[in-house]
């Protein structure tokens, strides 16, 4: 037992080795592209039929597609607060039982004593840029200019809220979509720290969005650059230009995953005709699983299941590719790996130490994108909230509390002992194994036990409303 313990304490708490960036390469830039609501099944080189992504899956051919992939959490604000300090949301105060995610009349955002990656990556001498949806705090001091960003244009939450018209919520959304439109939602656009749209033109967003990072590319071409490009659609109300209406044989929601790949085509193209594709790492994902409750303008999770909301597979791994041609080495990777690890990961490549003040999530990704090496993440914790609800271990996933989201998917249970699948053969979470495997509960048991004994659970940053 002690040494199963030992081995669980090294795969929690080991930082992963920082090599030195070589002084005659230049350092890579890197862009994040994180879609709003986005399912597993949502992309053609994810499995779906008629919704047709030609330039992500030109990313997933020439880089590699990652199929066991995991956000950390199944919504908005925590899932964005893991991806840019590399940590759990619960260490940051950025999840909470109360409210799940921020909203205009939050008094809180992301704490200052944070690290974000864009701080991280300035201390090499990184032009940052944050484009589209934070939903860290709307207020001055947590909006990207202040938390290592030099540049920001987008909107501060989700762009469903500041809702104008008096239906209750659920009572709205039964309108048909010819009926739901941009101006009913008074949501800000905003360039750095001040407003220059009100409410914010959603029709074109998507496209303004991918044209603002094409220009920050050009403008920054000489020195390294991080770009995150956070789309607020899929994520209803879903909105569209006109040069995408009617284009896919998916209906709308199709429409706009499309003209969100055109905009990745865009970017894809620029970085070879400037020359910085071969060292420009993309990154290609989802914030959480798809709002299942909206039916047909809601995504899919494929063969994954439940969505948003919930710890279930449809909820937290979602469909995602790094490409960097010639440099990434192209093929489906089927290890874990986790938006918590691109911070390790990015600092690795840039030769930054990590900070030792605090305990980071992530490890480091570069072995398996450069030299296919198996990934240093064996484990996988899932939290809704402050709760951990499960853990997946190598192939398996015990449940220790199951919930639905938005009145689907069951009601809150505690499981002891815990359900248990195995998700190489079952990634539908259908077949209950628990019995089988007594063993691989224990071990996970261990894994929980390690992780509990060190963690400190950050003041509650979302609770707080005006």
């Not at 003209?259 to 290609?284: C, H, M, P, Q, S």
Request: hydrophobic share 35%; glycine share 8%; net charge negative.
């Amino acid at each position: 037992m002690k040494n199963v313990l030992l081995v669980f304490s090294l795969i929690l708490l080991t930082l992963p080795e920082v090599k030195s960036q070589d002084p005659q390469k230049p350092l890579p830039n890197f862009i994040i592209i994180f879609a709003d609501d986005l399912g597993y099944g949502d992309l053609s080189c994810f499995g779906h039929p008629t919704i047709k992504t030609p330039n992500l899956d030109r990313m997933a051919n020439e880089g590699q597609k990652w199929t066991n992939f995991y956000v950390g959490a199944s919504v908005c604000t925590p899932s964005r607060a893991a991806l840019l300090t590399g940590r759990l949301p619960v260490r940051s105060g950025m999840a909470s039982d109360r409210h799940r995610v921020l909203f205009p009349d939050s008094k809180n955002g992301l704490p200052s004593s944070e690290i974000t990656l864009a701080e991280q990556l300035k201390t090499a001498g990184y032009a940052t840029a944050c484009i589209g949806k934070w939903h860290l705090g709307h207020k001055e001091q947590y909006l990207p200019i202040n938390n290592g960003f030099d540049y920001y244009f987008g909107i501060p939450y989700s762009n469903d809220m500041d809702r104008l018209q008096g239906d209750a919520y659920n009572d709205y959304w039964k309108r048909p979509n010819d009926s739901i439109k941009t101006e009913h939602f008074n949501v800000p656009l905003l360039r750095n720290t001040e407003i220059i749209e009100r409410p914010a033109d959603q029709n074109t967003i998507t496209t303004r969005y991918s044209d603002e990072a094409v220009k920050y590319i050009k403008e920054n071409k000489k020195k390294p650059f991080f770009i995150y490009l956070a789309h607020n659609l899929p994520h209803i109300p879903l909105f569209v230009s006109d040069k995408f209406k009617g284009t896919s044989e998916r209906g709308l929601y199709g429409d706009v995953v499309q003209e969100i790949d055109n905009g990745v085509g865009k970017i894809l193209n620029t970085l070879k005709e400037e020359g910085l594709a071969e060292n420009t790492i993309v990154v290609f994902t989802s914030d959480n699983g798809p709002w299942l409750p909206f039916k047909l303008n809601g995504g899919s999770a494929g063969l994954l299941k439940a969505g948003k909301g919930t710890t279930w597979e449809g909820g937290m791994r979602e469909p995602t590719i790094f490409w960097a041609p010639e440099h990434i080495e192209p093929g489906i990777i089927t290890d874990l790996g986790t938006t918590m690890d691109l911070f390790s990961t990015f600092s690795t490549m840039a030769g930054i130490k990590l900070p030792d003040n605090r305990i980071l999530d992530g490890v480091n990704l570069s072995e398996t994108l450069f030299n296919r090496k198996p990934s240093q993440r064996k484990s996988v914790l899932y939290y809704r909230g402050t709760e951990l609800y499960a853990v997946r271990l190598g192939d398996f996933k015990a449940h220790f509390i199951t919930q639905g989201a938005y009145g689907e998917f069951g009601e809150r249970q505690e499981h002891n002992p815990p359900l248990l699948y195995n998700l190489n053969f079952d990634p539908g979470e259908q077949f209950n194994v628990a019995e089988e495997h007594p063993e691989i509960i224990e071990q996970i048991s261990v894994l929980v036990k390690e992780h509990r004994s060190n963690l400190v659970k950050g003041k509650d940053m979302l609770a707080d409303r005006e």
